[in-house]
């Protein structure tokens, strides 16, 4: 059965793209077959990314369309593929499709741009959205090499009703560091609030 993961954040430039990658790679490699969506259709990076750093996967068809194309497409093209990996766009109008498809939503976060406020957001969404997601996956990051613990952002997660802090953190400019966040994804080993 297809399982489709939904990357979203209602902010721009936290990494959603880059997880995107890290994300469809690391299924790529345990042999399932994968459909990457990219819904910005003007500004589409995610699959862009992907064949700058990995070229040669023959598991992996990406798809370029509007979150309104995406609805005719489930019950045609997604039962093709193990998983389904959507890149959405940080607009409310523009990820309620890509949210009511989902069976998992993940938002990366960084230190420099967190806002609970947009987690929050999201969240009232999902929970209008989505009937089968029942919370969010939060990956958090930063801009440098080596992850700082910002206690603020880490206290302002937990305190946000069904969103899980993944344990390990995505670090831009280390993609191999995003091995296990997509490992506690997949197999939903939370840190415990």
Known sequence: MTKVITVASLKGGVGKSEFV???????LERGNRVLMIDTDINHS??????????????????????PNELTDLTDTLFKHFDYVVIDTMPYTTDIETPITL???????????????????????????CSGKVQSIDVVAYTDSLKYTNNREMLESIKNIKNVNL????????????????????????????
Not at 21 to 27: H, P
Not at 112 to 123: C, G, I, N, Y
């Open 102 to 128: 989902a069976d998992m939503i993940v938002t990366p976060t960084n230190t420099d741009t967190f806002a609970s406020d947009e987690l929050v957001r999201l969240q009232k969404l999902v929970e209008i």
């Open 21 to 27: 990658k890290e994300l469809s790679k690391y299924l």
């Open 45 to 66: 990076c995610a699959f862009k990314y992907f064949k700058e750093d990995y070229p040669i996967f023959s598991n992996l068809t990406f798809i370029n369309f509007s």
């Open 166 to 193: 993944l344990k390990s953190k995505l670090v831009r400019g280390n993609p191999e560091d995003s091995l296990d966040v997509c490992e506690e994804l997949i197999n939903k080993e939370y840190i415990e609030s």
